[in-house]
């Protein structure tokens, strides 16, 4: 159900001193008030009630929003308030309150239901007021900071961290199969093979029937028909062997594989410690631009200061030096272009630091898959311990090489101080030697021969096959991905290019619509970057038949605020799906008079299903343009005015002054009475004036609305005069309120005159018989004012809707 406003009451909020309510009833309002009468204290309210903040009053760190919410006449023990109620939502209705709690000001809501909490989170999605400062907010971000802010908006920023784990799933797959570097070490293994049994063997029934060949010397009576039968052969085998060589030369021949296969990655290995080498001098030498990325938020957030215009002064907000604020946004823009580029060189160098890191990590653990086994510490083992201990060491150096701060200013090793050498893997002849001595005694014994060659070419085998299932799995992870990555990547771009599409559209529909037939056509907005890495957007449009960007090149100051203002109410249309009001704070304030009375048409037009509360302080707009389309729409008017004593307030509506009035009558207070009876009187006689057509002189603008007594009385006299002999009867009490001497007191709009009690209780009397001349007093009567518009043209009478009160009429 689309949300509506039914009321909103503000008390002790800014300029509202006493209670200041809005009883909108769901419909819209116009609200007109002079600079300084606090018409902002409306818009302050709703958005401290949505958002706890006021934009205008948050971006300044000086402010205490609390202590600058709050009327700064209130008594410390009252509490400050925003209710508002919503039509056909009463489980939504709510209070946010402002008081003092251990002499700290503190806040909260008087509606704690779910239902609620769930409101307020949506509505904090939507789009509900806009101020005149912020209308070219979009248009003065960066290209970055547009997408951001329309990333949030529609959740694309969402659907973007999960494009990024998919890449970076993607990446960390690619970077574990370069890592584990399986050909390297499958030709380990098929070089085991081949030296075992004399062949390259990749089907297991190759194996077998390998195996059958060796054995079948021996007579064993064992035939090899599946992998288990392997083990019941060398079971059979270890029995009439020595079990001690079995597990020296077992040891030996895995240390071995472990050397032959980190020797074959020697230049692999150092060609990726050189790329991260050079990746760590290049930033290394540049320490200071590194240093500058962990600066960007900072900037970009000091840009958003400026271009917002919270910071006013011509300084700079962070250290308050005098600046050109535009040569320093100019400065921010150089400076966060190197950050970009400096940004990239450390994603180059986290790169290339991660793999060396992975690299060492896993070839350590390889080296100590050796270095662990029971027979190491053996005298025997020595020389492997040794030699092993020795690369452990080396390969130890590239990972601290990759643990090392580029920031710290120590240098890392150059690649051929550290490279592994073919010296470093010497020790491997007598791990040889000592392989061929065990053989050598072997010979003697074929089954120890055989239990060894069989052994280790079962080994050899299952970590072949170990390999390719790891990289067939890896690879088909990585194929996946890639085409999920691709193919998100192709949504993702798809789905924000339809959506902006769809966005521009509106936006360019509004901004024609306030600027027809005018140079600048088709305004859109347009991505920019890469296929799959999108950094930003801009606005483009049609200037002379060319594609101009961006905007500020050639709109004038009135073009840029009706792109604001267009961009604002296609972003309503887009995203507010839980609220159908909105807040317009003055938003036409540098707009030339065309735009305004175009913005005026948009708004009822575009937006007639929307409920508006639309502030402004133009007098000639808000008298010449809106007020006559708001009244033909039915809309609420109203003027906001200021007193010291009760601090921003509406005018008041005449039933209010009646009640006012007779309190006052009542209780003898009469200080200051002249003025709201003025003002009822005049509220009556225009009543009157309009609804027999009586004729005025023409006046220009607001001099029509402010009518003094005694012309609308001519006129009205003069009108009976001409058509009614019942009604010319009734003059006595015309004149009464006429040839007083209070009228004549009271005529000026602020005149001190105070006059007797009982003269103003004659003056009211007069008044209320002058209204049950003309105002039906059955209380069924639907249309109760006497009026042309009830006219019978039979008996020619001017009547009353329930024709009760009727009086002839010439026309």
Known sequence: MATKINNITIKG???????????????????????????????????WFYTNRVSHLSSNSEIDLKDALRNSELDEEAVSEVNISFVKQSDIDCSKTLFNKRAKLTTGFSNSSDAFKQYIEASKEENLLLRYQYLTDFIDNTKGDKLKYLSDIIGFSEVTKKKEVLKKSYNSIRTEIKNQNFEAQTNTQKQVLIEKLGATISQEENLLEKINEKIKPLKTGIEVIKMEDIDKILVHLKNSTNNKLNKELALLEK???????????????????????????????????????????????????????????????????????????????IRLKDIEESSKKKASFDKAKQLVNEITVERIKRLDTVLSDNLITADESKLIKKGFVGLKGKITEYQKSSLERVTSGNKIPKAETIKLSASDFNFQNGITTRIKKIQEIFKKDNSAVQYSNI???????????????????????????????????????????????????????????????????????????????????????????????????????????????????????????????????DVISSFDSNHRKRFAELIFEKFSKYQ????????????????????????????????????????????????????????????????????????????????????????????????MPYELIMGIKSEIKKCSTELKAKFLVIDRIESSSILGNISSHDNPFNPKIGDLKAFWADILELERIFICEQSECKRPMVSLKNYDTVTKRIRCGCDYTKYDWKK
């Open 455 to 585: 052994s280790a070419s079962k080994d050899a085998f299952l970590k072949i096959k170990q390999f390719e299932k790891q990289k067939v799995k890896l690879e088909k992870q990585r194929k996946t991905l890639e085409i999920i990555y691709n193919e998100f990547v192709k949504r993702q771009k798809e789905g924000l290019e339809n959506f902006i599409a769809t966005f521009s559209s509106t936006i360019n529909e509004y901004y024609q619509y306030m600027n027809p037939d005018e140079p600048f056509q088709e305004i859109k907005i347009v991505t920019i970057g890469d296929e799959d890495e999108l950094n930003g957007i801009t606005i483009e449009y049609k200037y002379n038949g060319n594609w101009v960007s961006p905007p500020q090149k050639y709109f004038s100051e009135s073009h840029l605020n009706c792109f604001g203002l267009s961009f604002f109410l296609a972003s309503v249309n887009a995203f507010n799906n839980k609220n159908k009001f909105i807040i317009l704070d």
């Open 255 to 333: 240390a071995n594989t472990v050397l032959n296969t980190l020797k074959s990655e020697i230049d692999f290995i150092d060609s990726e410690y050189v790329k991260y080498y050079d990746e760590f001098e290049v930033i290394a030498n540049d320490v200071e631009s590194i240093m500058q990325t962990f600066l960007g938020d900072l900037l970009k957030t000091g840009d958003t200061v400026l271009s917002k215009k919270y910071h006013k002064d011509s300084s700079c907000p962070l250290c308050l030096q005098p600046k050109n604020v535009e040569e320093l946004r100019t400065e921010i823009a």
């Open 612 to 707: 508006i509360i639309l502030l402004t302080h133009e007098e000639d707009w808000f008298t010449n343009f809106v007020s006559p389309l708001a009244k033909k729409k039915g809309w609420l008017i109203n003027e906001i005015k200021w007193t010291e004593d009760k601090g921003t307030h509406l005018e008041e509506e005449p039933s209010d002054l009646r009640e006012r009035i007779e309190i006052n009558l009542a209780d003898s207070k009469i200080e200051n009475l002249g003025n709201p009876i003025r003002k009822y009187l005049e509220h009556s006689l225009k009543d009157i004036a309009l609804n027999i057509e009586a004729k005025l002189s023409f006046q220009y603008n607001n001099s029509n609305e402010h009518r």
């Open 13 to 47: 909020i800014r300029g509202a001193k006493d209670s200041l309510e809005l009883p909108l009833n769901g419909k819209s309002i116009l609200l007109y008030g002079d600079n300084g009468t606090g018409k902002s204290s409306i818009s302050d309210s709703i958005e």
